[in-house]
């Protein structure tokens, strides 16, 4: 299966500043990259995926960028906010694949 | 639209007693899955389905079995509690094969065992 891991584990940033996130996926036949976002007792939320035909994808301040020969992509959040703060995950998924596997979490705490 | 919906929201049990968590989801989706999110950890997948009819396990299936008779319904059932078992566990649904469609998940249900 997937062996997926997100980098860091905890991130912490000043409100206004920049916070990437990075995930490594190991199956080169993923072909769908998605970000979710899990607020301190809520359930997980999709907040931007794209797919491998495409190598950047941005939304507002949000952005996500992917390098498939390297195998990973990023999370980009720009001119952070204190309601940005949740743990992080990524998904990697590949077109026939039935499982649902998430990366290992990355919480984020941006700090007024 | 009430998307995936799960019951109850918060339970505990007595270690050896045993326990249903519902999910019930309106959007028709074909692929459902389970899973557990311990204490600042990820998710783990349990159990998950493509369709009704068909189960299959995931990472961590012992202690749980489900069931899939309908499309809207997968519940999870727990035997024979344990306090490894105390955790949130999380329902999803997809639309179609998880590679290019959104999961969407229901509130989550913390339990306890004691």
């Known amino acids: 299966g997937e062996n997926v891991e997100q980098h860091p584990s905890t991130l912490s940033v000043q409100e206004g500043d920049s916070a990437v996130i990075k995930c490594t996926y190991s199956?080169?036949?993923?072909?769908?990259f998605p970000w979710y976002k899990q607020e301190l007792g809520k359930r997980p939320q999709l907040i931007i995926d794209?797919?491998?035909?495409?190598g950047e994808k941005k939304d507002q301040r949000i952005a996500v960028t992917l390098n498939k020969t390297a195998k990973h992509f990023s999370l980009h959040i720009t001119e952070t906010q204190p309601e940005d703060s949740a743990v992080y995950f990524c998904?990697?998924?590949?077109?026939?694949?039935?499982?649902?596997?998430f990366g290992t979490g990355t919480s984020l705490t941006v700090i007024p | 639209n009430a998307g995936v919906t799960q019951t109850p929201k918060f339970r505990i049990l007595k270690i050896g007693q045993s326990m249903t968590l519902q999910c019930t989801q309106d959007?028709?989706?074909?692929?459902m899955y389970w899973y557990r999110q311990d204490p600042g950890m990820g998710l783990k997948l349990i159990y998950y389905?493509?369709?009704?009819?068909?189960?299959d396990k995931g990472e961590v299936p012992n202690g749980y079995n489900v069931s899939r008779s309908t499309t809207e319904d997968f519940p999870l059932r727990l035997e024979l509690a344990a306090p490894s078992q105390t955790s949130v566990y999380f329902c999803?649904?997809?639309?179609?094969?998880?590679?290019?469609?959104?999961?969407?998940f229901g509130q989550g249900t913390r339990l306890t065992v004691v």
């Open positions: 999803a649904s997809s639309y179609r094969a998880p590679g290019d469609t959104e999961a969407f």
């Open positions: 199956d080169s036949a993923s072909n769908y």
């Open positions: 794209i797919r491998s035909n495409v």
């Open positions: 998904a990697p998924r590949t077109n026939t694949g039935n499982q649902f596997y």
């Open positions: 959007m028709n989706h074909n692929y």
């Open positions: 389905s493509v369709g009704a009819g068909i189960t």
